[in-house]
C-alpha cells in the first residue's frame, strides 16, 4: 500500500506544483478568494470529493469530504494573501500541500478505509476562518488535524502564544482619554509582571479595547481576574471575541510524522520549543488531536517571515521539493494510522491526558 501511495502522489506531482505557482501568482485579501476558491474547489471536484460551499457562512470558504468510514482525518487549506497582496504567510505553499496530502490520501482510502476532510479556510491571523472552527460540530467526529505551515526551519512539537481581547468600558459619562492613564499603567505593570505585551487598538474618553499576547491562557486569565480587582465599580470589563488558546501539539502525531519526515529527506526537525506566534489552530488543539508542523522551505533559515522575500522562496526548486516531501510524510502518517487503529487509540489517549 505504501508503495502504490508513493506511486500515486509522483504522477499528481506536476499537478500539486502547479497550485502552488498558481496561488502565487494570483493573490487575493483575505475574504476575496475568489479566484482560488474556484480553482482549488474544481481540482477537489476532478479528484470525487464532495465539496460543499459558503463554510461557516464564509463565500470563499469550502469543506471537502472524500469517503465515509472511520477514521476521519482532516486538513486545514490556507490560500490568502495578505492586504498588500503578497503570500508573505506562504499559503500558496501551504495550500499545495494541505491539496496534495488530501488528493493523495484519495488513493488509501479508496482502497481501505477512512475519510478526507479538507477544510478551505480564507483570512490570517486571529481574522481567519481557522480561528472560528473551534465551536463548530464539524469537529465533532474528526479523529485528528494537520494544519501544514511552511517555514524558514522545521518544527513539529511546539507550544505558541495565546491571546486575549478586552474592552473596559467608564460608566461616568464626564470621563477623558487622560483618565485612562492610570488604569492602562496598571495593566502595563500587570502584563509585565506575567512577561505578556499589550497592545492597544482602541480608546476614546469612554472605553478602551486592548489585545493581551502570552505564553498561555492560564497566564491571560490570572491577568484579567487581576484586573477586575484592580478596576472599582466605576468600570465595566468585557472579553471581545473567544480567547485564542496557545497550540497544544499532540505528541504522538508529532513523533510519527518527525520519523516519515526523515524517512522522506527532511532531515533537520526542531522538537519542545516555543514560537512565538499567534496559532489560530490553537483552540482546535484544545478540541481534537491537532498538529500545525512547520514545514522548512528555505536553505537559508535567516529569511524572515512572514515578509515579500518570504512569498518569493516559494518559487523555488528547494521549495517545491520540500513540498512534495511533506506531502509524502503526511500521507504516509496517515496511511500508517489507518492501518494499525493502535496508532489512533495512543492519539486520543495523548489528547486526553495532555
Known sequence: MKNSLISFISTIQDEI?????FLYENPERPFEEYIAFNYITKILRKYNFTVD???LDTPTAFCAHYGT???KIALLCKYSSSNSLQHIYGNNSNAAIAIGTAIALTNVVSKLNGEIVLLGCPGFEDASLEYRLSNNSILEDIDFLFVPQVYNDTILDYTSLASMSLRIISKSINHTIDAWNSILNKLDVLCDTYSSNLSISTINNLCVEFQIKSINIALLSKIKDSLIKLLNKDYDIFILDTPLHELTSNKTLC????????ECGIIHISNNVYVNQLI??????ETIPTIAPFISISEDNSVKFPSANFSKITQT?????????????LSITSLDIIQKENLLMEIKKDFYNK
Open 69 to 71: 468510514t472511520y477514521p
Open 17 to 21: 506544483l502547479s497550485i502552488n505557482k
Open 255 to 262: 513523533r510519527l510524522l518527525a520519523h516519515n519526515l526523515k
Open 280 to 285: 489560530c489552530s490553537g483552540n482546535i488543539s
Open 317 to 329: 526548486n528547494f521549495s517545491n521539493k520540500s513540498i512534495i516531501n511533506s506531502i509524502l510524510a
Open 53 to 55: 460551499n459558503n463554510f
